[in-house]
Nanobody, 120 residues
Framework: QVQLVESGGGLAQSGGSLRLSCTAS????????MGWYRQLPGKQRELVET???????NYADSVKGRFTISRDNAKNTVYLQMNNLKSEDTAVYYC??????????????WGKGTQVTVSS
């Protein structure tokens, strides 16, 4: 079994910063892509930013220049540094990871989500 545990959400003022962390644990052989998605009430979950095991990133245009994703492969951890936060960044942020088990089967996992609220 694999668990993704997120931390770092909370309340920030407009223009402020927050840093999210997500650590994967359990039956892991290797981790391919890790990333962050967010969801507003009544809306579909949307991509924020992802990073592959080689460091290639993919991000939403809305966070370009403000959010930075990174990962520590030794710790099975992905981070999201969020700067210059805006009220429209308010959402539940979910960690995602695509993980190979020891049988080399690839599975997609989600964390439980962490609330980010930006006050104007």
């Amino acid at each position: 079994q694999v668990q993704l545990v997120e931390s770092g959400g909370g309340l920030a003022q407009s223009g402020g910063s927050l840093r999210l962390s997500c650590t994967a644990s359990g039956s892991i052989f290797s981790i391919a892509t890790m990333g962050w998605y967010r969801q507003l009430p009544g809306k579909q979950r949307e991509l924020v930013e992802t990073i592959t095991d080689s460091g290639s990133t993919n991000y939403a245009d809305s966070v370009k220049g403000r959010f930075t994703i990174s990962r520590d492969n030794a710790k099975n951890t992905v981070y999201l540094q969020m700067n210059n936060l805006k009220s429209e960044d308010t959402a539940v942020y979910y960690c995602n990871a695509q993980i190979y088990n020891r049988q080399m089967r690839l599975f997609n996992y989600w964390g439980k989500g962490t609330q980010v609220t930006v006050s104007s």
